[in-house]
């Protein structure tokens, strides 16, 4: 997949995990996709959940058909509510590529948000992206004060002879409407099974390693800090987690704290990694990380030998349940 975006910084994770990912240069690449007629995928895809995967792959079965590429325009940043996002623009990148997107393109959103909807038609769609047909979901807005929605679209659309694909309302196994706002309110109830169904895969973290207080070394548990992200988090707690490290092709296991550290550290936020069987310094190393499971949440202990005693205890009990969630996810597959 490669990136059409004015910003490297918001995708600089991603790019260093993934070397197969290309970056090369905005006007090399702007000037690629027009020289051939694009799919083009339009919506936010905040996470990336099964709704949102029916309409890439849909695209992609299209593309390939046709012979055609495949565009996901979205936007980079979210004006409001920033840090109920539940994928930063690095996290997305990876999930859209896993989907075979073969472009994202990361608009900046105040460059359109004063957009006509007839503006936004003729000037991103069909002068920039140069679609060929274009895919959007049921409850897609766009334009200035989000005035024009998929039937507005699909109106516009047919005046340039530009097919419009809608995807229609995708339900779970309870007939209800999976959406990115149920998503997130499993996230923060810490229900990673539901979580993991309505997404269809599970709950990511992906980010650098930086330089913590190295408590976790001082108590006996070194941990690998990431710096805190825009973004939703679920209750500060200790989690079960899959582990990948840029370079490394294994498969790791650990448990992370998500949290303030109130026994030694109160205030400061933190994502803290423990993994199982690790000793290499990874500092500057991009890590991705699963959230399987919630061992349990925060707590203030009485003393540094009471949370060093839990956190054994929390070792322990991951380590013993990480033979369920191979065999469950042997199953799965």
């Known amino acids: ?27 090399k690449n702007l000037k690629e996709i027009k020289q051939n007629k694009n799919i083009v995928i339009l919506g936010n895809f905040d996470g990336i959940h099964i709704g ?28 409001k509510n920033q840090q109920t996002k539940i994928t930063t623009c690095s996290e ?3 999930l859209l590529n896993e989907n075979g997107i ?28 140069n679609a060929n047909e274009v895919y959007c979901g049921f409850n897609f807005t766009f334009g200035k004060g989000k005035s024009g929605n998929a039937e507005t679209l699909e109106k516009l659309l047919r005046e340039k002879n530009i097919k419009l694909n809608v995807q229609k309302a995708v339900l779970d196994e309870n007939r209800e409407i999976i959406s990115s706002t149920r998503v997130r309110n499993c996230i923060r109830e810490g229900n990673f099974e539901k979580v993991r169904k309505l997404l269809g895969h599970n709950f990511i973290i992906l980010g650098e390693v930086v330089y913590g207080k190295q408590l976790g070394r001082m108590i006996g548990f070194p941990t690998a800090n990431l710096r805190f992200e825009n973004k939703i988090y679920p209750k500060f707690g200790v989690y079960g ?21 109130p026994t030694v550290d109160v205030g400061v936020l933190s994502v803290e990694t423990n993994i199982f069987d690790f000793n290499k310094d990874i500092y500057g190393k991009v890590i991705f990380i699963e959230i399987l499971e919630n061992i349990r949440h925060e707590k203030k202990f009485g003393s540094v030998d009471e949370l060093k005693e839990q956190i054994g205890k929390d070792v322990d009990y991951w380590k013993n349940k990480i033979s369920y969630w191979r065999k469950k996810y042997q199953k799965e597959k």
């Open 1 to 27: 997949m490669k990136f059409i975006t004015e910003n490297l910084s918001e995708i600089e994770d991603i790019v260093k995990y993934n070397s197969d990912l290309e970056f090369t240069d905005y006007d």
């Open 52 to 79: 949102h995967q029916i309409i890439l792959q849909k695209a992609v079965k299209e593309a390939k058909e046709k012979n055609l590429k495949t565009i996901v325009y979205t936007f980079s940043e979210y004006p």
């Open 92 to 94: 997305k990148a990876y």
């Open 102 to 129: 073969d472009y994202l393109y990361l608009e900046q959103f105040e460059k359109v948000r004063n957009y006509s909807v007839e503006e936004f038609v003729e000037k991103i769609i069909v002068n920039i992206l």
């Open 241 to 261: 987690v899959k582990i990948r490290i840029q370079g490394d092709e294994k498969v790791y296991n650990g448990v992370m704290n998500i949290g303030r550290n």
